[in-house]
C-alpha cells in the first residue's frame, strides 16, 4: 500500500480476538477494558485535528515550552535548553474517553528529543486546553533544535480511533494465572498461531486508555501525593509485529508483517528504546490531572 497524504479518516477495523479466554479463565472477566486504538498513519493534519506529530492548537501569546530537565549524558560543553517538539494531541470530539479536568476538552503532548532520567526517555509533558480559550493561534512552532535526537522526531501522522475490548498484559497478570495459561496453550492444535501474549491481551501500538501493554515487569506509578495513576495512553515505536500482527493489524490494511510496509508498522517513525514505547499516566484523584510518564523496550 502506497502512503495516502491527506485522508483523515480510514475507518481500520480490528478483527475480533481468537479465542475466549475468559471462558476458559473465568477470573479474566472482569479484567476486560476497553481500549482506543489511534491507528496513527502518515498524513497532513492540521492544527484542529487529532494528531501524532501534527501541528498544536497553540496560543499565540502562550511561550514555547523548553526543557528545564538535565540530560542523561553530561553536557559539559554547556547546554541551552531545547524547545520542546509536538507529539501528540487529541480532541475530546475523536477520544472523550480521556479524563479531561473540567474545562478542558483537548490534551497535548510535548517532549524534549532527548535521552532524560530515569528510563532514557524523552522528557514529556502535557498540556490540558479548552479549544475555545486559546484564541489567535501560534503560526508554527519553534522548527525542532539540530541536536534533537532523530528517533524522537515524529513524522505526522492523522489518527482514527477505534475502540477494541483488551485483557491485560501477560506481564501483567499474577504469575501463577500466567502459568496455568501457558500450561493451557501448549494444547493448541496449532501453538504456533495464537498466545494470550499476542492475541486476545493488550493491544499493541498507541492507544488510550486500556491496559497497560507491558514489555517488561509492571511498574506503579504515583502522583506527588502519593495516588495510584492509571493508564493516560501509549505512544508505540511500533503498531504491531510478526506475533502480535495476526490479530492486531487492521483487516483493511492486510498482508500481514513481514509483507506489510514500514509505514504501516512504524508510522510516526519513532524509536523509543528498541522499538518500546513510552505510557503516560494520570492521577484521577487530582483535579488538574497530573500526568508522569516511563518508557520500557525490548
Ligand atoms: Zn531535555
Ligand atoms: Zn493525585
Redesign the pocket.
Known sequence: MSVVIGVVSMGLTTPSTPFDVAAVFPELASQRKTTVRLHPRRGRPATTDSSIGGPLLWPADEPWPVCPEPLTHDPSEGWDPLPLVPVMQLFAGDVPELPFPDDTDTLQVLWCPLDHEPYFQPHTIVRWRKTEAVGSLLIEAPVPDPDSDDSYLPTACVLSPERVEEYPAGWGLPAELRERIWAWEEDFPNPDDWSYFDHPSSAPGSKVSGWVRWIQDPVQVE?????E?AHLLTIASREFDIETGKRWAPIEERPLPPHAPSEILYPADLVIQDAGSLYLFV?L??PER?VDSLSQGS
Open positions: 502522583c506527588g501525593k502519593g495516588h495513576m492521577c484523584e487530582c497530573p
